[in-house]
Structures are given as C-alpha cells and as structure tokens.
C-alpha cells in the first residue's frame, strides 16, 4: 500500500527560528512528490520536485528530493507568525494519483 | 484563471440524511478529485476521474459515496445515508494531463466542511 509520513506531526518555534520539515514516501510508480500549506482552507501549492538533489526556492521556503533515500525535506528560514500552518506533503504517482501525509502543523510564536 | 469552486461551503445534516456536494474545476483541467480530509488528518483520496471516467475510486465507500462527473467538467459527490464519521472537509481538487505544464501540479477548491449530528 501506498504510503507518505511525514515528521515532526506538530512544530513549536519562535519567530526568527529555521524549521525543516520531514517527508518520507513509500509509493509504486513515483512521478512527483509534492508540498502544499493548509491555512484554514484548502492546500495552497509550494514545490512540486521530480529530480533529485535539485533545490527549489520561493523567498524563505526551499525544498529538495532524495531519491535513494525516498525523502524530501521543506525548510523555512527567518520564520514568521504567517508561516503557521499545516505543511503537507503528497506523492505524485503515475496515472496522476496523489498520496497525502498526516501533515506537520507547525505554529510560530511571536 | 479562475479556481477551483465548490459549493456549498459548509453543510450540517444530522445522521441518516443525504448529502451533496458540488465541484467545478479549472477550465480545461480533465483529472477531477474528490478527498476527504478528517480533522488532524491529510487528505484522503475518495475518487479520481479523468474526462467522466472514473481512474481510482478505490477508497470510496461504495455503500454510501457515490460520484459522478457525467459531462466531463462538473462533478457531484454524494452521500447517503451520512453516518458521524463522515465528519470532514471535502476537498475537490483539479489537474491537466501529464505534459502540458511540465508538472502535474493539483489546485484544490476551498472545500466544504461537512458535519454529521
């Protein structure tokens, strides 16, 4: 079965701090491993990644895959009140399904 | 580009009622999914289309889900009769065939939060 854990589940830093965030994936047919944020509503995109060691970056977010360690990891650098939220990360496969994780809920303090 | 939209935003029915949810997703877009997202939990898939087939319903609780995109755009997603641990948000989300974009990137609607009393 198909599978994406993710660590920590929950994430307490003050602002200012650098988290990094842990996905792990155990799936058939891996396409794209994916992460989105969940505020209140609905997952927002982040980073799609499909080749491995290839770093993405948007502003203090950046994200990387590992391939032979079917991992990835999302760090956030300076980090601020707004960045509280659930972070999760799916599995893209092929024939475009999507396996999500429990997701990291990670709060910042002021 | 507009979103993904679903309607309606938040439903309350008490258990044993029916229950609909409605789903237009990004013009264009042929693959459709429908999760349900319990709370503390990530979203599960219930069912994928692509046009108005169905690719992978395999986690939809057949007794009581029931799905359909008969147009290929629009999709409903119904439950009946909705039991307390259908408690949850459903999500809908979209994305276009492998190719077009490079990546199958999925953009999800606001979706509607659904609890059973």
């Known amino acids: 079965e198909d599978k994406v854990v993710q660590s920590p589940l929950s994430l307490v830093v003050h602002e200012g701090d650098t988290v990094t965030l842990n996905c792990s994936y155990e799936?058939?047919?891996?396409?794209?491993l994916l992460w989105y944020k969940q505020e209140k509503k609905a997952p927002t995109f982040l980073f799609m990644l499909?080749?491995?060691?290839i770093e993405k970056k948007s502003g203090r977010l950046s994200s990387i895959l590992d391939k032979k360690e079917l991992s990835s990891i999302l760090n956030i650098t300076a980090t601020q009140t707004g960045d509280s939220a659930i972070y999760l990360c799916?599995?893209?496969?092929?024939?475009?399904?999507?396996?999500f994780g429990p997701g990291t809920r990670l709060s910042v303090l002021p | 580009e507009a979103g993904v939209a679903q309607s309606p935003r938040y439903k309350i029915i008490e258990k044993r009622q029916s229950v609909a949810f409605w789903c237009n997703p990004i013009?264009?877009?042929?693959?459709l999914y429908w999760y349900q997202q319990i709370l503390g939990q990530g979203p599960k898939l219930l069912i994928q289309f692509q046009n108005n087939g169905v690719v992978d319903d395999s986690q939809l609780p057949k007794d009581r889900f029931s799905a359909e995109r008969l147009k290929g755009v629009d999709s409903t997603l119904k439950i009946q009769p909705a039991k307390l641990e259908d408690s949850a948000v459903y999500l809908c989300a979209s994305s276009s065939p492998w190719g077009l974009a490079g990546d199958n990137e999925q953009f999800f609607g606001p979706g509607t939060r659904l609890t059973v009393l």
């Open positions: 799916a599995s893209g496969v092929y024939g475009q399904n999507f396996v």
């Open positions: 013009s264009g877009h042929a693959t």
């Open positions: 499909t080749s491995s060691g």
């Open positions: 799936v058939t047919n891996f396409r794209s």
